[in-house]
């Protein structure tokens, strides 16, 4: 085995790009070098640079490779079109199984000459996002430009070259051809050679001589070292780091060796929103906020340096802290301007803002929330007149200087005004949770205003795009319709709400334009409700196959009641009873289909009078005495008990199917045990479909 580097020096790569770019590499590497089985594939991603190293074998091996062609009575010219297309001569084909075949002996190929043939076609077409081409006189492009190519089997230079003919057109390719010269960081420190070129024999090599020249080759490990160091530094003073991934994730793609510092931040901007600090940081200067032990925003920021300054950072800290001064300035203003107007004043404004082409203005969308919450209201406990004015005043912050500068901070920033005009505690509240949860590990409203307000507001955005035809398509989501139901299904969980789900998207509805009231799509929002609770119960583990049966055929759309249903018949089925339950069910169900089609249907009471074994009269007895129990305990929600008393038919069933044969000789007979087994079915699909469970 032969072991192989590559590593694509070029010009900043944008952080966003950078983790796919070493996928994509990985990829194409994987697939051209397969006839070498390439193994052990690691890749490393940076901001200058993408690499990868995997072991090879160190040839292709020789092979005989056959191309079957035309039919021994095709047309003379399909014939010819074959010997044209494989360069071959009429001499070199002989018919096998009535068919002209081509057999041609391909020599061993070396892992080095295999290597050279497929690098240069795959630099060229590497599929970034976005590209550029750069100076005069070659079509080549990358991301940014590329500088060196390092391509290296065991310690040898791999060698190729980008200046190739493309298209008949000769192409410099920048005059870029591998090498085995790589370069360290660029600016670390003044006057040292760490960007000096240096020769590389190995993986190691390569790596350590990159480490000595202050870069982290390894993403994983600039991650941890930001994490680390910044969550060591901010424990010193008592204060911990404000979890964000995303932030760690494009600061490890901006650094090659991070260093991460605190800064501190001038008392006179702690009055500022903690929301405001930490987003104007994030956005602007990608540092990260800190907390006090009790949870309030801390005084200082953390940041990551991409050098190790001789003075300890004394400069680069207050340089930052200067501009971070600057970032500040702008976020008050705006903090002090958007105070000098009422949220209720904004209002009007909205009507002059389009919502949406075919859904008119944020306005009238306004009017439709404020519609809809006061009807969820009592049914989540809420003050109807309380959560109109949340609804009403939802979005007014849409025209604040604030939210126009950081848009992530749309419902933050009115709960702060709301409090500044002196709203209702719970009326400010549900503003600023207003799209709360944005994921699947957000919190959720629990105040009922705040409830009545974030389902409002999604029951309307579902109900208008459907109303449009903008439903979802494929992994297209473009108005986060799928975030939005899994934002109603989250909240009705969490807060055990009994709401009729259709009813409400009739009710939302109702206030659409006319035109739009029964559009055709408005009848499939209960099934993408459901769709997405199905996905997330089976993104947590749960038996996704068990709603399903539940669903089928069934109407209720009280997501609580559902999942009663669900987790019973799950507990149930977690029994041997509940196991042989089903067994026995989806048997019987077998039976009436196979039957039914040759007479059936087979429904009706069945005859005592033509039971001849005493196994027909122990189960007609059973499903008597359990049959109401399951009905009654079912009207009650007693959905438990339900299953229980279902279960106990096991034994029974049982016995039935090992002493009966249900297709007896006389008709009568057959007929009526047909019958009892419809009984049975009719039965365990008031619990659900048991066809749709697994097992």
Same mark, same amino acid.
């Given at each position: 085995?032969?072991?192989?580097?590559?590593?694509?020096?070029?010009?900043?790569?944008?952080?966003?790009?950078?983790?796919?770019?070493?996928?994509?590499?990985?990829?194409?590497? $994987?697939?051209? $070098?397969?006839?070498?089985?390439?193994?052990?594939?690691?890749?490393?991603?940076?901001?200058?640079?993408?690499?990868?190293?995997?072991?090879?074998?160190?040839?292709?091996?020789?092979?005989?490779?056959?191309?079957?062609?035309?039919?021994?009575?095709?047309?003379?010219?399909?014939?010819?079109?074959?010997?044209?297309?494989?360069?071959?001569?009429?001499?070199?084909?002989? $018919?096998?199984?009535?068919?002209?075949? /081509?057999?041609?002996?391909?020599?061993?190929?070396?892992?080095?000459?295999?290597?050279?043939?497929?690098?240069?076609?795959?630099?060229?077409?590497?599929?970034?996002?976005?590209?550029?081409?750069?100076?005069?006189?070659?079509?080549?492009?990358?991301?940014? !430009?590329?500088?060196?190519?390092?391509?290296?089997?065991?310690?040898?230079?791999?060698?190729?070259?980008?200046?190739?003919?493309?298209?008949?057109?000769?192409?410099?390719?920048?005059?870029?051809?591998?090498?085995?010269?790589?370069?360290?960081?660029?600016?670390?420190?003044?006057?040292?050679?760490?960007?000096?070129?240096?020769?590389?024999?190995?993986?190691?090599?390569?790596?350590?001589?990159?480490?000595?020249?202050?870069?982290?080759?390894?993403?994983?490990?600039?991650r941890q070292t930001i994490v680390h160091g910044i969550d060591s530094m901010a424990r010193e003073e008592g204060l911990s780091i404000?979890?964000? !991934?995303?932030?760690?994730?494009?600061?490890?793609?901006?650094?090659?060796?991070?260093?991460?510092?605190?800064?501190?931040?001038?008392?006179?901007?702690?009055? /500022?929103? =903690?929301?405001?600090?930490?987003?104007?940081?994030?956005?602007?200067?990608?540092?990260?906020?800190?907390?006090? *032990?009790?949870?309030?925003?801390?005084?200082?920021?953390?940041?990551?340096?991409?050098?190790? !300054?001789?003075? +300890?950072?004394?400069?680069?800290?207050?340089?930052?802290?200067?501009?971070?001064?600057?970032?500040?300035?702008?976020?008050?203003?705006?903090?002090?301007?958007? #105070?000098?107007?009422?949220?209720?004043?904004?209002?009007?404004? /909205?009507?002059?803002?389009?919502?949406?082409?075919?859904?008119?203005?944020?306005?009238?969308?306004?009017?439709?929330?404020?519609?809809?919450?006061?009807?969820?209201?009592?049914?989540?406990?809420?003050?109807?007149?309380?959560?109109?004015?949340?609804?009403?005043?939802?979005?007014?912050?849409?025209?604040?200087?604030?939210?126009?500068?950081?848009?992530?901070?749309? +419902?933050?920033? +009115?709960?702060?005004?709301?409090?500044?005009?002196?709203?209702?505690?719970?009326?400010?509240?549900?503003?600023?949770?207003?799209?709360?949860?944005?994921?699947?590990?957000?919190?959720?409203?629990?105040?009922?205003? *705040?409830?009545?307000?974030?389902?409002?507001?999604?029951?309307?955005?579902?109900?208008?795009?459907?109303?449009?035809?903008?439903?979802?398509?494929?992994?297209?989501?473009?108005?986060?319709?799928?975030?939005?139901?899994?934002?109603?299904?989250?909240?009705?969980?969490?807060? +055990?709400?009994?709401?009729?789900?259709?009813?409400?998207?009739?009710?939302?509805?109702?206030?659409?334009?006319? *035109?739009?009231?029964?559009?055709?799509?408005?009848?499939?929002?209960?099934?993408?409700?459901?769709?997405?609770?199905?996905?997330?119960?089976?993104?947590?583990? =749960?038996?996704?196959?068990?709603?399903?049966?539940? *669903?089928?055929?069934?109407?209720?759309?009280?997501?609580?009641?559902?999942?009663?249903?669900?987790?019973?018949?799950?507990?149930?089925?977690?029994?041997?009873?509940?196991?042989?339950?089903?067994?026995?069910?989806?048997?019987?169900?077998?039976?009436?289909?196979?039957?039914?089609?040759?007479?059936?249907?087979?429904?009706?009471?069945?005859?005592?009078?033509?039971?001849?074994?005493?196994?027909?009269?122990?189960?007609?007895?059973? /499903?008597?005495?359990?049959?109401?129990?399951?009905?009654? =305990?079912?009207?009650?929600?007693?959905?438990?008990?339900?299953?229980?008393? =279902?279960?106990?038919?096991?034994?029974?069933?049982?016995?039935?199917?090992?002493?009966?044969?249900?297709?007896?000789?006389?008709?009568?007979? #057959?007929?009526?045990? $047909?019958?009892?087994?419809?009984?049975?079915?009719?039965?365990?699909?008031?619990?659900?479909?048991?066809?749709?469970?697994?097992?």
């Amino acid at each position: 085995m032969a072991d192989l580097l590559i590593e694509l020096l070029s010009e900043e790569i944008p952080a966003r790009m950078q983790e796919a770019a070493g996928e994509d590499l990985a990829r194409l590497l $994987l697939k051209a $070098l397969a006839p070498l089985d390439p193994r052990d594939v690691k890749t490393f991603t940076g901001p200058r640079r993408i690499a990868l190293t995997c072991g090879v074998n160190d040839e292709v091996p020789a092979a005989t490779i056959e191309e079957r062609g035309p039919r021994e009575n095709a047309p003379e010219k399909a014939l010819e079109g074959f010997m044209r297309k494989h360069g071959a001569a009429r001499d070199e084909l002989t $018919l096998k199984n009535g068919f002209w075949v /081509l057999e041609r002996e391909t020599p061993a190929i070396s892992a080095t000459v295999r290597i050279a043939e497929i690098m240069p076609a795959l630099l060229r077409g590497f599929p970034w996002p976005k590209s550029m081409r750069w100076g005069v006189g070659s079509a080549f492009t990358w991301v940014r !430009p590329l500088r060196r190519i390092l391509c290296l089997l065991d310690g040898s230079v791999v060698p190729f070259s980008l200046a190739i003919e493309e298209g008949g057109v000769p192409d410099n390719g920048h005059g870029l051809a591998s090498g085995n010269l790589t370069e360290g960081h660029r600016f670390f420190p003044a006057g040292n050679t760490c960007a000096e070129p240096f020769a590389v024999k190995d993986f190691d090599t390569w790596r350590d001589g990159l480490r000595e020249r202050r870069v982290m080759i390894d993403a994983a490990e600039r991650r941890q070292t930001i994490v680390h160091g910044i969550d060591s530094m901010a424990r010193e003073e008592g204060l911990s780091i404000v979890t964000d !991934p995303g932030l760690v994730e494009e600061v490890a793609g901006l650094v090659e060796w991070p260093v991460p510092m605190l800064g501190r931040i001038d008392e006179r901007f702690m009055e /500022l929103p =903690a929301e405001v600090m930490q987003v104007s940081m994030r956005v602007n200067q990608r540092y990260f906020a800190l907390r006090n *032990s009790d949870g309030t925003a801390a005084p200082r920021f953390a940041f990551v340096a991409n050098i190790d !300054p001789t003075d +300890g950072g004394v400069q680069v800290i207050a340089g930052n802290e200067r501009v971070l001064r600057a970032r500040f300035e702008d976020a008050r203003h705006f903090w002090d301007l958007d #105070r000098k107007r009422t949220l209720e004043s904004r209002v009007a404004d /909205l009507d002059r803002v389009i919502f949406h082409a075919d859904l008119g203005t944020q306005g009238e969308r306004v009017r439709r929330i404020v519609r809809m919450a006061e009807i969820l209201a009592p049914m989540v406990g809420a003050d109807p007149t309380h959560a109109a004015r949340a609804a009403l005043l939802a979005k007014a912050d849409l025209s604040t200087g604030m939210v126009g500068e950081f848009p992530e901070l749309q +419902g933050v920033m +009115g709960g702060y005004y709301a409090r500044h005009d002196r709203e209702a505690e719970d009326v400010s509240t549900a503003i600023a949770e207003q799209y709360q949860p944005k994921g699947p590990s957000d919190t959720v409203p629990t105040a009922p205003t *705040s409830v009545a307000l974030a389902l409002a507001d999604r029951f309307d955005m579902l109900t208008a795009f459907f109303a449009i035809g903008a439903k979802p398509s494929g992994s297209g989501d473009p108005y986060g319709l799928r975030r939005a139901a899994l934002g109603i299904i989250n909240i009705i969980r969490k807060n +055990g709400l009994r709401l009729d789900l259709v009813a409400l998207f009739v009710k939302a509805s109702e206030a659409l334009p006319e *035109s739009l009231r029964n559009a055709p799509d408005l009848d499939l929002l209960p099934a993408f409700i459901a769709e997405r609770l199905r996905v997330q119960l089976r993104n947590e583990g =749960a038996r996704h196959d068990v709603l399903a049966a539940v *669903s089928v055929g069934n109407t209720d759309s009280d997501i609580v009641r559902l999942l009663a249903r669900t987790d019973a018949l799950a507990e149930m089925l977690a029994t041997e009873d509940g196991k042989n339950l089903l067994a026995a069910t989806k048997r019987a169900a077998n039976i009436l289909r196979i039957e039914d089609k040759k007479d059936g249907p087979h429904e009706g009471t069945p005859d005592p009078a033509l039971y001849t074994q005493p196994e027909e009269v122990a189960l007609a007895e059973a /499903l008597n005495r359990v049959i109401p129990q399951v009905e009654a =305990a079912f009207a009650d929600e007693r959905f438990v008990d339900a299953m229980k008393e =279902a279960a106990s038919l096991r034994s029974v069933l049982d016995t039935f199917f090992e002493k009966v044969t249900v297709n007896a000789d006389d008709s009568a007979v #057959r007929a009526n045990r $047909l019958k009892l087994l419809s009984e049975l079915v009719r039965m365990t699909r008031l619990i659900a479909d048991f066809s749709q469970i697994d097992g």
